[in-house]
């Protein structure tokens, strides 16, 4: 299969082209790019993640049903985790390997999974290699069946992990954080919940993880659409049935073309009469190289064998020294034309499978990206564009403007009904936002929010100081990878050794000073913005939908091998970057 496919091409293409070639490229996405922005000057607030009132039914949980009733709780933890993905499941298993017995995971949903119990539309999968994405396989003795894995087998990983490590014994689920306060005098938080609960724990890691709560676009009617709808992280499989047989007789219509759509539209393309996908911008659709997991590859890992691979992860790209030396003798300028020039060769190349695949020139036309690959998040898939070729599945493209109105009906463009029966948002998530449903305030009884209104300052994107005993996870100021858990990993156990420190010096507390959240605040500000890249991009979450960002309002540029050096360097030396407070205690 993988080499009847070809290999995904990524950023190693060659340039072969003229230089003007290049540059009337780049004049082009510049077109592209100032279209939309056109279009949208208000940024990140053409969306609304406030789905209260009529938008209420956009977030409910489609796949646990009611809501089981239980007693409000009221007690003490050691260490709460709000949210149950990724995030707080690895730092949980970091944490019982140091002792930590009283572990609580307070999480929205109906189980652990994060991410994974919330995304299950037809054709969810991960595209990083399962190798590296699941987390905890040595520990757990397992090797995923692919090289891709799916998301129903990357759930009962979670769950799986969870087992493990005895996290459901304390974990309460259907419960949403609401507060999150901090009590000087205990030296404790105090959590408030949606269910009427008061806990206490000494520490407190919000592991809400990075895309969490659904979003919409704000769309002129979409309520008063008289037709079946939902988002994408909220299937509603009583409606399409597991098999999708229920949208045979459907018309149905999907808004958005990013990752989820680009994984949900072959499914529904197969399964729906008519399938109208609505398109403001093209996502880049590579191949997905998957295979089974060889079970002769499998047997001979050995002990460790993922570990290593993190290790791998985690090291500095190495050079030759003819490289170094070709590297020294190039100016930045030169550089920066070069890796600019073969991120273009490469987005020609996905233009040409396009022309390979799709045998409508005009749709072929439409489904290609005019921006540099990685302004938005790459896609792998080899059943999205076929299915353009289905009789049934229209692409409405809307050149950038995206739909703007809805009625009763349907979506409406350019005077145009598209009358549908189901319409399915798949416009994404509300973008790396500390204390999502949760406020929380630190011990001066400041909002973390507020602090970080005018700039975000933090520790290594995971301490705040005024927060003491809080460890964000996955927030601004911390180092982004294309696979999320590299980063939970790295920040899960240099959490778990900061609460393994406190623990053993007898410690309440610790707390970020204010010179060491100076020094990262700078070093984030010293790494962003070297480069044009992201005002350049085609606006999209990667670059805040092309709002002004403050350079410290943003990820740490400096590189995953970099960012994990400083986590190790601030863990070495605990005393010259916290404070901490060792009293008797009022109360426990
Ligand atoms: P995205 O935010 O990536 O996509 C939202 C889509 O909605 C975009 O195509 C956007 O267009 C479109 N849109 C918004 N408003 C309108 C409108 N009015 N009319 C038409 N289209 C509109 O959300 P996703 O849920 O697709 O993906 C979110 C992220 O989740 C991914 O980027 C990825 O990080 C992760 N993910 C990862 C997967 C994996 O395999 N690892 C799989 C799925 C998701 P425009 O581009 O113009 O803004």
Not at 25 to 48: M, N
Not at 358 to 378: G, H, I, N, S
Request: glycine share 8%.
């Amino acid at each position: 299969m993988a080499e009847k496919l070809g290999k995904p091409i990524g950023l190693t293409a060659k340039p072969t082209r003229s230089q003007e070639f290049y540059d009337s490229v780049k004049r082009k996405f510049a077109e592209e790019r100032d279209l939309r922005l056109k279009y949208r000057p208000q940024g990140l607030s053409q969306y609304t993640s406030e789905l209260t009132g009529a938008l209420a039914k956009y977030e409910v949980d489609t796949y646990a049903g009611a809501v089981t009733p239980r007693e409000p709780i009221n007690d003490t933890v050691e260490c709460l985790f709000v949210g149950g993905g990724f995030s707080a499941l690895l730092t949980s298993a970091r944490l019982r390997e140091v002792g930590v017995e009283s572990i609580r995971i307070v999480e929205r949903g109906a189980d652990v999974g994060g991410t994974w119990y919330w995304n299950r539309y037809p054709g969810v999968a991960c595209d990083v290699v399962a190798y590296d994405y699941l987390p905890l396989l040595d520990e757990l003795d397992y090797v995923p069946k692919d090289h891709y894995a799916g998301g129903p087998e990357i759930f009962a990983h979670c769950q799986a992990i969870a087992r493990k490590y005895d996290l459901y014994k304390l974990a309460t689920f259907q419960t949403t954080v609401t507060s999150t306060v901090w009590d000087e005098a205990e030296q404790m938080w105090h959590i408030a919940t949606d269910r009427g609960d008061h806990m206490k724990a000494r520490f407190v890691i919000c592991a809400n993880g990075i895309l969490t709560k659904p979003k919409l676009a704000k769309i002129k009617g979409l309520e008063t659409f008289k037709g079946h709808s939902f988002h994408t992280s909220r299937w509603d499989y009583a409606y399409t049935k597991p098999d999708l047989s229920g949208l045979e007789d459907k018309v149905v219509g999907i808004i958005g073309t990013g990752a989820t759509a680009v994984q949900a539209v072959p499914g529904l393309g197969a399964a729906a009469k008519e399938l109208y996908v609505f398109q403001r911008t093209p996502s880049s659709i590579d191949i997905r190289d998957d295979w089974p997991t060889d079970p002769n590859w499998a047997r001979k890992l050995g002990p460790g064998w993922q570990a290593r691979r993190r290790e791998r992860a985690r090291m500095e790209p190495q050079m030759t020294e003819e490289q170094k030396a070709r590297q020294a003798a190039t100016s930045p300028e030169e550089k920066i034309r070069r890796q600019e020039n073969a991120n273009m060769e490469a987005m020609m190349k996905i233009h040409h499978r396009i022309d390979q695949v799709v045998k409508d020139k005009a749709t072929a036309e439409a489904l290609k990206p005019w921006y540099m690959l990685m302004c938005k998040r790459p896609c792998f898939h080899n059943d999205y564009l076929p299915t353009f070729n289905r009789p049934n599945v229209h692409l409405i493209d809307t050149h950038g403007k995206g739909i703007t109105e809805i009625n009763e009906k349907g979506p409406v463009f350019e005077g145009k009904q598209y009358e549908v029966d189901v319409l399915i948002y798949a416009t994404g998530f509300e973008v790396q936002k500390t204390g999502t449903y949760n406020q929380i305030k630190g011990a001066n009884g400041l909002d973390i929010n507020d602090k970080h209104r005018e700039g975000v300052r933090t520790l290594l994107g995971i301490h705040s100081q005024g927060y003491p005993n809080l460890f964000v996870m996955g927030g601004l100021q911390a180092s982004f990878q294309f696979n999320f858990t590299d980063i939970a990993e790295a920040q899960g156990e240099y959490i778990a050794a900061c609460i393994d420190y406190v623990r053993r010096h007898g410690y309440q507390s610790l707390d970020a000073t204010p010179k060491a959240e100076e020094w990262w605040v700078q070093e984030v500000i010293e790494h962003r913005g070297k480069t044009t890249f992201n005002q350049e991009c085609t606006p999209g979450y990667y670059n805040f939908e092309g709002e002004f960002q403050r350079r410290q309002d943003g990820n740490y540029n400096g590189g995953f091998f970099q960012y994990c050096n400083h986590l190790n360097e601030v863990r070495a030396r605990m005393d010259a970057h916290f404070a901490f407070t060792n009293k008797p205690l009022t109360s426990e």
